[in-house]
């Protein structure tokens, strides 16, 4: 058996990690930016080893592209991107909901009913990250009510892509922002009421909702197409 890795580097990655994943989905290292393990070392202040560690976590999550010896590039979302991280939440995130009704658990009904008590009906600038770190964790939290293990690992990855776009538009725009904030509270009335078939439908709107304006977003800045090997949407 290979001797373990030193605790103290895993902490270090790990840290060097969070690092990078707040950096890439805030925008500081924005899409088709090129990344060294040199650069980042210097600026973060660590060897170059937890950075080569971590990025190579972000290139199984999908924010980061390898470039061989030129390093790596932050992760573009193409169009079919945008369009294949939504279908994949609508298909994840409905399991979760089927159980919480089954299941006929209404404390968590009642907690997810609450979640977004303390914005009113227009959420100020001010409290944008407040919200964005809101909305991810409601829909996080239906998937892991799913209880399904391997469908809450596959949604974490879908998560981290759709944080670059969900990030963005939701800085971009108030109007939807104050529309993300009606719909979820839709989607949590509809499971207090035990109502599976009102809850699928108000997040089948929230999603088709949101697929739509980001591409409209992204296609409205002249978003590069994403250059990874094997996309058609990058030819």
Known sequence: MRQIKNVRLVSLTDRVYVELVNGVIAGELAPGDKLTDRRLASQLGVSRTPIREALQ?????GLVDPRGR????????SPRDIRELFELRSL??????????RDKDEATAAELLAYFDRFGDVVPDSRYAEYFSADRSFHSRIVDLSQNRRL?????????????????LLSQSRQRVEQTLKEHRAIAAALAAGDAEAALAALASHLTNGEAMMLESFQAHGEKTSGRTGSPASH
């Open 57 to 61: 976590r972000l290139v199984s999550g």
């Open 70 to 77: 030129a390093g790596w590039t932050v992760a573009v979302l």
């Open 92 to 101: 994840l995130e409905p399991v979760g909901i089927r159980r919480i009704v």
């Open 152 to 168: 809450v690992a596959a949604y974490r990855t879908v998560e981290l892509q759709v944080d670059l776009g969900r990030h963005r």
